[in-house]
């Protein structure tokens, strides 16, 4: 399966339909797979849009064509744990509560829960528990809201 050309075929769908396409999973099994699209519209979304981008992603035959096998789909919000992947993510939630997990560690610390307080081209500036830490965007392992 060539999943980047996968990636792309269902954020131009999502892109073109007014979504954001937060995330793809692909879970495999012998069987049935199942491909799970995480979409957002500014932190807004209903069923309806996820009935949408399910019925626009159906009129796609060629996304069968990255599965070996039968495969289910479901689309579903990121809910109140969003992950946080590019910088215009940070830019957009400045301000509310996050964790993130960073490659290396400061004052022993690697993992940051707080108030997401600035960002800039390579860092943001996380408030955890009073103390500010600067975690290096290139560090980041993983980020996601803490709502």
Do not use: W
Request: glycine residues 4%.
């Amino acid at each position: 399966m060539d999943r980047i050309k996968l990636e792309e075929i269902i954020s131009s769908i999502c892109i073109n339909a007014g979504y954001e396409l937060v995330e793809l999973e692909i879970v495999q099994s012998k069987k049935v797979d199942k491909m799970i699209i995480y979409i957002d519209n500014c932190g807004n979304v209903t069923i309806d849009d996820c009935i949408n981008v399910n019925n626009l992603v159906n009129q796609f035959p060629e996304v069968d064509n990255f599965f070996e096998n039968e495969y289910t789909l479901e689309v579903s919000s990121p809910g109140p744990k969003r992950p946080l992947k590019t910088q215009n993510d940070f830019e957009r939630y400045k301000g509310k509560k996050v964790k993130i997990v960073s490659l290396t560690s400061e004052d022993g610390k690697s993992v940051f829960s707080g108030m997401l307080e600035d960002i800039n081209n390579k860092s943001v500036m996380v408030n955890d528990s009073g103390k500010l830490y600067e975690i290096s965007l290139s560090d980041i392992q993983k980020a996601n809201l803490n709502m």
